[in-house]
C-alpha cells in the first residue's frame, strides 16, 4: 500500500516558478507528475525511478526538475518560466515496488495567470 501527500501548488504569474512536493508512504519503485487541464487527458509531466532515471515531457524538458530525497521518500518538482498552458491539476503518481500497482495523490491546483 501506498499513499500519497502533495503540496506546493498555487496562483502564480506567467514566468514564476513554483515547487511542488509529494510524500509518500510505501515501498516506492518510480515516483512523478502527472497533469490534467480541463476537458484534457491526463498527461505526464515527469517520472523518476529509484536509480535516478528520469524522464520529462517534451513540453516541459528545461524549465521543470524532477528530484527525489529518498530518506524522506519524497519527490519534488521544481517548475520553472511557468506559462499559462500548464495550468492543471497536478497529480503525483507511484509505483509500488514489488506489485507495480499504481497510486495516486489527491491532485493540486496549479493556476498560471497571463
Known amino acids: 500500500q501506498v499513499q500519497l501527500v502533495e503540496s506546493g501548488g498555487g496562483l502564480v504569474q506567467a514566468g514564476g516558478s513554483l515547487r511542488l512536493s509529494c510524500a509518500a508512504s510505501?515501498?516506492?519503485?518510480?515516483i512523478g507528475w502527472y497533469r490534467q487541464a480541463p476537458g484534457k487527458q491526463r498527461d505526464l509531466v515527469a517520472t523518476?525511478?529509484?536509480?535516478?532515471?528520469?524522464k520529462y515531457a517534451d513540453i516541459v524538458k528545461g524549465r521543470f526538475t524532477i528530484s527525489r530525497d529518498k530518506a524522506k521518500n519524497t519527490v519534488y518538482l521544481q517548475m520553472n518560466s511557468l506559462n499559462p498552458e500548464d495550468t492543471a491539476v497536478y497529480y503525483c503518481?507511484?509505483?509500488?515496488?514489488?506489485?507495480?500497482?499504481?497510486?495516486w495523490g489527491q491532485g493540486t491546483q496549479v493556476t498560471v495567470s497571463s
Open positions: 523518476i525511478s529509484n536509480g535516478g532515471f528520469t
Open positions: 510505501g515501498s516506492i519503485f518510480s
Open positions: 503518481y507511484a509505483r509500488h515496488i514489488l506489485t507495480m500497482t499504481e497510486y
